[in-house]
């Protein structure tokens, strides 16, 4: 048997950064401002959310004798209950319902199960015209964390050593 393709650096090569022999870097002018706007984007990404949850719904299970083994979503998600690391799944750019049920057949194959579709499962022409999913950003969060008003005290530094650099133009 082949061993699983490992990726990704493994946890216990890491080690502590000596923040002593790290060496400050002077941001100016742009690329300052460009540093506190990605800053930003970064702290406003680690609060973003789909305004949709739960998915698009199931769309099968996977069954042997009687007991589910596998549930698949109809984004073409699988969750299984049984170890099928050595099973390679299908996988494709589109996604959706036909993955799902690709995926559905090739583990009731190796696992000598059944297909079962569930009410909520959509056809690929549903899932295609599905309405895009939106995100928004949760800004309760991001206060209660905190992060967000330390780059606000930051940023009020940044626009006030720009306002003596340039004037107030």
Same mark, same amino acid.
């Given at each position: 048997m082949t061993s699983p393709v490992q990726s990704g650096i493994p946890v216990s090569t890491l080690r502590p950064i000596d923040m002593s022999t790290v060496k400050a870097v002077k941001l100016e002018?742009?690329?300052? #401002?460009?540093?506190?706007?990605?800053?930003?984007e970064i702290i406003e990404q680690q609060y973003t959310v789909p305004t949709q949850t739960g998915g698009y719904g199931e769309y099968a299970q996977v069954e042997v004798n009687g007991k589910k083994v596998a549930t698949l979503t109809n984004e073409g998600y699988a969750e299984t209950s049984e170890n099928l690391a050595g099973l390679?799944?299908?996988?494709?750019? #589109?996604g959706g319902p036909q993955l799902a049920q690709r995926r559905a057949d090739q583990i009731a194959k190796a696992l000598g199960g059944t297909v079962v579709l569930s009410p909520s499962a959509m056809t690929q022409?549903?899932?295609?015209?599905?309405?895009?999913?939106?995100?928004? #950003?949760?800004?309760n969060a991001m206060k209660r964390d905190g992060q967000m008003g330390n780059w606000a005290n930051a940023a009020s530094f940044l626009t006030a050593q720009l306002m003596g650099q340039y004037g107030k133009d």
């Open positions: 002018g742009q690329d300052l #401002i460009d540093f506190y706007r990605q800053t930003k390679n799944l299908e996988t494709d750019a #589109i022409t549903q899932w295609q015209n599905r309405p895009a999913q939106t995100v928004s #950003i949760d800004f």
